[in-house]
């Protein structure tokens, strides 16, 4: 018999029922628009913080998640059992940003790192309550293209109504503070929309999905962020890998893997050709190796991680953390880091070297492996699972989104980064992959509200 594998379904007086509390239920519904509107529009739409206000944090900011974690603790309390086995499915997680908490002991900023590691938990708590008191993915699935495509639009009113603060010289910025994070926002809009026109039933439901993808595509082009247009690509091959996948079985695997190993076999030629130069081969590839100044970032950030290998200097310790103790003040003289000025650099722009150098060696790995388990398994679940194909969908698009987050932090920061839009999905993401990686969470009851 094949087992049928949704979100835990919330619990009730009696287990076969199916009706929920219109309290539970308002509440819940409360804690994803709350979240997705902070997430992809901010409490300061179209507006730039400045240094100080990036140390101090914004209090409109810390009311919006004290209201949010509020509304997840009691969504969490009322799914006890449930939401422990979802913790305990994603314990790299939870080591993470337990680690987190604790670097305040060794912290060069004690305060700063408290502050910022509790934003931390209690956005984690938000996704957790978002996981474990979720509807059917289907339709969890569909709120988020709803909402997410509604945002798109709202940026692209945004660029026609305010120019001036919304388009750039290198791109469309929309509502955000730079183009980069309006990329980053269309990239998870135009993967969750890809993975919900997959898993539509008939091509009605799919053309209308194709209507709301357009905005997105647009405004994903119109940031000019080559890293989300190039992810984005990928990723939208990995789901017609999947719809493949499923149309074809395992002769089409086999045939895309047996393709992937004659890739790799061509690219191991052409770099024995260079005599196994890296910088040559990369540089036959890439027109800037320099991936626009940020190896002299990237050679800073290394040296100031292994002053402190094994712990970090704390989380949200090292940039941000003042105008005098700015850690560009150290920088060697004469490049062009040191000339940017105190506060413009405000991360390392690799997700490995930040997580580094705020929580050391160890826990870099850790959440590292915590994604990339999370993006397998996630993947194997969309293409091999006797799940629906709705839930499957779903399930694809998470795991592609982890995936791509491990290579846009290559260039960019966001591994478990607070606040981030791309981090508070992926910490969303992880939680509702989990069922794949633990069946015996599974509960076939649907939530009717």
């Known amino acids: 018999m094949k087992s049928v594998i949704s ?22 519904t409360a804690l994803l628009l709350g979240f997705l509107i902070y997430t992809f529009v901010g409490t300061h739409p179209l507006a730039d913080t400045s240094v100080g206000e990036r140390v101090d944090g914004s209090p409109i900011d810390r009311l919006a998640v004290m209201v949010l974690f509020a509304l997840a603790l009691f969504v969490i309390v009322r799914e006890r059992s449930v939401a422990l086995a979802y913790l305990l499915a994603n314990s790299g997680q939870s080591i993470i940003v337990g680690f987190a908490l604790l670097s305040a002991l060794w912290s060069d900023f004690p305060d700063l790192t408290l502050r910022r590691a509790l934003l931390l938990s209690f956005l984690t708590t938000i996704g957790l309550g978002l996981a474990v008191g979720a509807p059917d993915l289907r339709r969890l699935h569909t709120i988020l293209f709803a909402v997410l495509t509604t945002v798109v639009i709202l940026n692209l009113l945004a660029t026609g109504i305010v120019p001036s603060r919304a388009i750039t010289d290198i791109g469309v910025k ?7 994070v309006a990329g980053i926002v ?58 493949l996948a499923e149309r074809y079985g395992p002769r089409f695997i086999l045939a895309a893997v047996s ?41 800073f950030a290394l040296s100031e991680s292994q002053k402190r290998y094994w712990w970090g200097h704390g989380y ?29 650099i405000n991360q390392a722009h690799n997700g490995y070297l930040e997580l580094w150098l705020e929580l050391g060696l160890p826990a870099t790995l850790v959440a590292a492996l915590t994604t990339v388990k999370g993006a397998v398994v996630g993947g194997f679940h969309a293409i091999c699972s006797a799940d629906t194909r709705q839930n499957r969908a779903a399930i694809g698009a998470f795991a592609v ?34 069922r794949a990686r633990r069946p015996s969470l599974s509960q076939t009851a649907r939530i009717h509200q």
């Open 316 to 344: 949200g310790a090292f940039w941000d953390v003042g105008f005098g103790n700015d850690p560009t003040l150290r920088v060697e003289t004469g490049t062009w880091l040191a000339s940017t000025g105190v506060g413009v």
């Open 186 to 243: 269309a990239m998870i809009a135009a993967i969750v929309g890809a993975a919900w026109i997959l898993g539509a039933e008939s091509a009605q439901s799919a053309c209308k999905g194709l209507i709301g993808l357009f905005p997105i595509i647009v405004f994903l082009f119109l940031t000019r962020s080559k890293t989300s247009i190039n992810l984005t690509g990928l990723g939208l091959m990995l789901m017609g890998f999947f719809a």
């Open 7 to 28: 979100l835990p379904a919330p619990s009730t007086a009696s287990r076969g029922a199916v009706a929920i509390s219109p309290i539970r239920a308002r509440a819940y």
């Open 259 to 299: 393709l992937g190993l004659l890739a790799l076999a061509l690219i191991l030629v052409l770099f024995a050709a260079v005599d196994f130069d890296f910088n040559a081969g990369l540089t036959s590839v890439v027109a800037d190796t320099s991936f626009t100044g940020r190896d002299q970032l990237w050679a």
């Open 401 to 434: 989104l982890l995936l791509l987050q491990l290579l846009h932090n290559l260039t960019e920061a966001t591994l478990f980064m607070r606040g981030l839009a791309f981090a508070n999905f992926a910490c969303l993401s992880l939680f509702l992959v989990s």
């Open 174 to 180: 929309g509502l955000y503070a730079q183009k980069n």
